[in-house]
């Protein structure tokens, strides 16, 4: 602990518990330190621990500076706490024509406040007691825990998996049992949480997935919240060239399935628009007025600058700009993944098949001898040591040691500059420039072969078996 930091009585209880050092903070906070820059620091650390598409920052930086005209009622109070009137409706005709709702969404069914951690934090705070619980299954976003705790005292209920995929339906079988026990043990479920794309592992849930978490909400009346922030993060690859589709929660059926009133949606600027430090967060939720009017009366204290709303609208409102940046961001991304994951092969480097987000989830556990927690942290200070940082498994309350989330969506000199480094870090010197003859190599044959996108189910359950 730093010798200036002192836990003393003049602060509540709540605040000096968000306090509490351990050990997660400090991996992450000596990895976020001492940045990497090619000309002005070399030596410094390469983060591949956050998630940031770093891809399009340019192409964002310039279409929002081509339209940043600071107008007098933008110094005002404007429409109000919960987004501009205007960002409202340019989100609501994006998501309509991009989720394929199933009723069209209107600027009613949209809450803006700043970042969608502000969203879940009030989200929170308006649906649960204090000590209620939401169910989350492992891994996950580690972000939702502090969301959850942190402010509203809301407790995230894990959900252990073992050998069932947890994207399945047949994981529904272990929220079941996480709820039932999550009761006895005094904790009640409000709500359960789904990241559709799936961070860490970077998959989306199939329909039929979604329609049967769905229906298990209702039966047991609670709230169900879609995070499809990664919505059009997904991506083709030399692992999986027809990656599975992304289905939004909106785009079903949903009276069919729930009371429509518990169903929720959480969108954002920052990821699928490479644009994290900004902080404007969307709630979409079509049948829940009061529950928008709950959000808006503590929304002041997450309200987002006029500058920030004007810098989405001015990228939502351009329909030639919005067609050519995905188009490039997609291609960025694959030909990034592509080159992370042959070096992942060369190196007999286990990874699950991610076709979303700008992340793969990597087992690294050989290379912890034994396998074990206090040595994933090790081998996670090892990185920093060598200058590059990884997030590890254990913020993401993995079920296993040794797993890392690696953020692979950085140009092009910096990613070949981190995977030199992580080669490094587990004693694996290789020259990271051999580009596209190895990756053809590798893949010779093998292209769209159902044995590489399904790969990731069946190395689910092999790494469940050798860990027990």
Known sequence: MPKDFHITTDLSRRALSNLEPNEIKNIMRAGSSNPFDAEGNPEGIISMGVAENRLMHQEIADQINKHMHV????LTYGDGSVGSNRLRQSLAGFMTRNFDPLKPIEMQHVTILAGVSSVIDSLSFCLCEQGEGILIGRPLY????????????????????????????EALDHYERA?????????????????????????????????????????????????EVYAKSIFPSKDCPEPRPFISVL?????????????????GMSKDFCSNGIRVGAFISQNNARLHAAMRSISKFAWTSSLSDLAWCSILDDQEFLDSYFKLVTSRMTEAYDYCTSAFQNGNISY????SGPFIWLDLSRFLKPISLQNERELAWKMIEKGVWLAAGEAYRSEAPGFFRMTFALPREELEWGMQRLMDSLGKMQDMSYGDRAIEENWKGREGSAEVCMWHRQEWRDIRKTRR
């Open 71 to 74: 107008t007098k009622r933008m």
């Open 142 to 169: 580690v972000g939702f825990i502090s969301d959850f705790v942190n402010r509203a005292r809301v407790q995230p209920v894990t959900v252990d998996f073992g050998d069932t995929d947890p994207l399945s339906v």
């Open 179 to 227: 709820l039932v026990k999550s009761a006895s043990d005094g904790t009640p479920i409000r709500a359960l949480m789904l990241a559709n794309p799936h961070n860490p592992l970077g998959i989306c849930y199939t329909q039929r997935a979604v329609e049967a978490y769905l229906e298990f909400c209702e039966r047991h009346k609670i709230h169900f919240i879609s995070d």
């Open 251 to 267: 785009s079903l059926n949903i009276e069919k399935f729930i009371d429509p009133s518990l169903v929720h949606v959480l969108y």
């Open 352 to 355: 699950t098949v991610s076709s």
